[in-house]
């Protein structure tokens, strides 16, 4: 499906959960929930194109959906923090809308509640901050400069896993005692893809952050500055490790901790990587020296 130029993907278990809805008489909420969804990423898009960030296309999820867009905003704290909030910041406006003119009388009847009702819940739910949700996009471009961008994605991930267990073991609770009034096969449903959805953020987050590296140095070499931190570490720390304290908006100093405590050499981030492609990610940075 194509709009304005972008494609928008719904993937299978977004239209396992509409026909759940559906089998279960709740056909116009599945509507509802789509039109609301596709306006969600639309916020999303609009967000990223206001940074001149190109928009690849939409995908769509049962916790909402995902704006595939290019990855050089990913991890800078102004953009990443913008972009990831518009959608359920256009949740919560329409929420308030919608309840004030229900309040003055001038919409009524269960759709108009219906659609608030979504759109709170909506919005409260991809604020939790996890990945894939929004709120763990937002919690990341606010952590990822202190405690670097891999690392902090594989935390707000293992956060996310827990939450899709949570809501596995939810349902199937639910579905066993019989209490049908939120549809555990929704739970379930949920859980399983935030599982998954959370191990593909792993799989991406070092992907990009190799790019972001390659791309820190052209704009090191292009303003002939670059704000900077630096850490020490003992001899036998594996590449891998400092891979993982590297931060995407600043340019990294790496000291060799040697013996009585001297340093012995201070490595460029660019000389890690390096070293990682030569040797692998297991090699001990003392090994560099």
């Not at 809805?21 to 596709?38: K, T």
């Not at 959608?87 to 003055?104: D, I, S």
């Not at 267990?165 to 939120?182: D, K, M, R, T």
Request: charged share 20%; with cysteine.
């Amino acid at each position: 499906m194509q709009l304005r130029g972008i494609t928008i993907r719904i993937h299978p278990t977004f239209v396992g959960l509409l026909l759940i809805c559906a089998l279960g008489g709740l056909a116009v909420r599945a509507i509802i929930v789509f039109g609301i969804v596709i306006l969600h990423e639309l916020f999303h898009v609009l967000a990223a194109r206001g940074y001149g960030i190109k928009v690849k296309s939409i995908e769509l999820y049962p916790y909402g959906g995902t704006a595939v867009l290019e990855d050089t905003f990913e991890g800078k704290r102004k953009e990443e923090t913008v972009i990831a909030f518009a959608g359920p910041a256009f949740n919560f406006a329409l929420f308030l809308l919608l309840q004030f003119l229900r309040w003055e009388g001038i919409l009524n009847g269960e759709w108009v509640l219906e659609v608030v009702k979504i759109n709170f819940w909506l919005a409260c739910f991809n604020l939790i901050p996890v990945m894939p949700l929004d709120g763990g996009r937002i919690a990341r471009a606010f952590f990822s400069g202190t405690f670097g961008f891999v690392k902090t994605t594989k935390f707000l991930a293992a956060g996310g896993k827990w939450v899709g267990g949570i809501f596995v073991l939810l349902g199937f609770a639910l579905q066993g005692f019989g209490y049908y009034l939120y549809e555990p096969p929704l739970f379930i449903v949920l859980g399983v893809f935030f599982w998954i959805g959370s191990e593909k953020e792993i799989a991406k987050a070092k992907i990009v952050f190799l790019k972001q590296l390659c791309r820190k140095k052209e704009q090191l070499l292009n303003k002939g500055l670059m704000r900077s931190n630096s850490f020490t570490v003992p001899r036998d720390t594996p590449l891998r490790r400092i891979m993982d304290e590297l931060a995407s908006d600043r340019y990294s100093l790496i000291n060799v901790l040697g013996r009585k405590d001297k340093i012995e050499k201070t490595f460029s981030e660019t000389e890690i990587v390096q070293g990682m492609m030569d040797r692998g990610l297991e090699c001990k940075v003392g090994d560099l020296v």
